[in-house]
């Protein structure tokens, strides 16, 4: 079993920045991908972004490109998602989970049934 705790949410104004952390512990060495996943309220969980746990390919949805990076420490067992030039329709719980499959095609890491493990979330909340 794969444990998982995000935090660096809060509250900033539109074009700021936040640096997203999540911490895994347990069985993490059979984990193949992490990823970010958000959900305002209302709406299905949407995919953000994911890393490869060997490698370090990354793959992004269209929303966030150019403005969020996903990066990994093995060594620590963390994840982190840095945004910036963040808008108020980022506004959500943002989510880090874990996959425990592999997948050739990196765009399957996008799908929420690709992931066994997820966190808590933390609030991320964008003003004007």
């Known amino acids: 079993q794969v444990q998982l705790l995000e935090s660096g949410g809060g509250l900033v104004q539109a074009g700021g920045s936040l640096r997203l952390s999540c911490a895994a512990s347990?069985?993490?060495?059979?984990?193949?991908?992490m990823g970010w996943f958000r959900q305002a309220p209302g709406k299905e969980r949407e995919f953000v972004a994911a890393i490869r746990s060997s490698g370090g390919s990354t793959y992004y949805a269209d929303s966030v490109k150019g403005r969020f990076t996903i990066s990994g420490d093995n060594a620590k067992n963390s994840v982190y998602l840095q945004m910036n030039s963040l808008k108020p329709e980022d506004t959500a719980v943002y989510y880090c989970?874990?996959?425990?499959?592999?997948?050739?095609?990196?765009?399957?890491?996008?799908?929420?049934?690709?992931?066994?493990?997820w966190g808590q979330g933390t609030q991320v909340t964008v003003s004007s």
């Open positions: 347990g069985r993490t060495f059979s984990t193949y991908a």
């Open positions: 989970a874990a996959s425990r499959l592999y997948y050739s095609d990196y765009s399957d890491y996008k799908r929420v049934g690709a992931y066994a493990y």
